[in-house]
C-alpha cells in the first residue's frame, strides 16, 4: 500500500490510501473486459489476498474516515523489468527468450488473452488516484480494456525482434 502523508505539528496525518490490487480477483469469470461492479470470485491465495486488502480499506473507509482508493493492475509491463524474476511479467520473460532464439512456452493452445497494461498507464493511474477528488473506497481497474491474445503477442515480438520463432503450446487437462 502506498501512503500520501504530511507532517503538522510533528505529526503523521494519512490523507489519502492507495491500495495496490490485481485483476486476479475476478478469477476465471469470462466476461470481457472486466468492469469494476463485478463480482470477485478470486482462486488462489494470492487473489483472496487482494481482495482482503480491498475490504480492509472499504472498512477503514466507513469506520474511520481514511480516504482509500483501490486499485487494481492487470498485468503490468515496462522497460527495466527482470526477465528473471519469478514475478516478472509475461512480455519480458518471452522478449528474452525469443531474443536468445529460444522458443517461449504458452500454456494452452494461446487463444487465451490479457489486457497488457504500459507502465505508464500504472503511473497516471496511480497519480488520479492520490490528486483528484474520488469516493473513499472507489475500486478503479488500471486497464486498457484490450485484449491480446498470447500467440498474438509472440507474433508481434518477433516482428520486433525480426524473428520468426514458434511458440511451444502445452495443453493441460484437469483431472477430476
Known amino acids: 500500500m502506498e ?5 503538522n505539528r510533528h505529526e503523521w496525518y494519512i490523507i489519502n490510501l492507495s491500495n ?9 469469470n469470462p466476461e470481457l473486459p472486466k468492469r469494476e461492479d463485478m ?4 482462486l488462489s ?20 474516515g481514511l480516504e482509500t482508493v483501490i486499485l487494481r493492475y492487470f498485468n503490468v509491463f515496462g ?11 509475461v512480455i519480458p520473460k518471452f522478449i ?8 517461449p512456452t504458452i500454456y494452452g493452445d494461446g487463444t487465451q488473452s490479457r489486457d497488457f497494461t504500459y507502465v505508464s498507464n500504472v ?10 477528488d474520488v469516493e473513499s473506497g472507489l475500486v478503479m ?12 503477442l509472440v507474433k508481434q515480438i518477433n516482428f520486433l525482434l525480426s524473428k520468426n520463432i514458434e511458440p511451444i503450446c502445452l495443453l493441460i487437462s484437469y483431472v477430476h
Open 45 to 64: 491465495p494470492y487473489a483472496v489476498a487482494k481482495l482482503a486488502g480491498e475490504k480492509y480499506c472499504q472498512v477503514f473507509s466507513k469506520l474511520y
Open 79 to 89: 522497460p527495466r523489468q527482470d526477465p528473471n524474476s519469478q514475478y516478472s511479467a
Open 20 to 28: 495496490a490490487s490485481s485483476f486476479f480477483v475476478y478469477g476465471d
Open 96 to 103: 528474452k527468450l525469443m531474443n536468445n532464439n529460444q522458443r
Open 141 to 152: 481497474n488500471c486497464a486498457t480494456h484490450g485484449q491480446i491474445t498470447l500467440n498474438e
Open 123 to 132: 503511473v497516471e493511474g496511480n497519480l488520479i488516484a492520490a490528486t483528484k
Open 39 to 42: 463480482l470477485p470470485n478470486p
Open 3 to 7: 501512503y500520501h502523508s504530511f507532517i
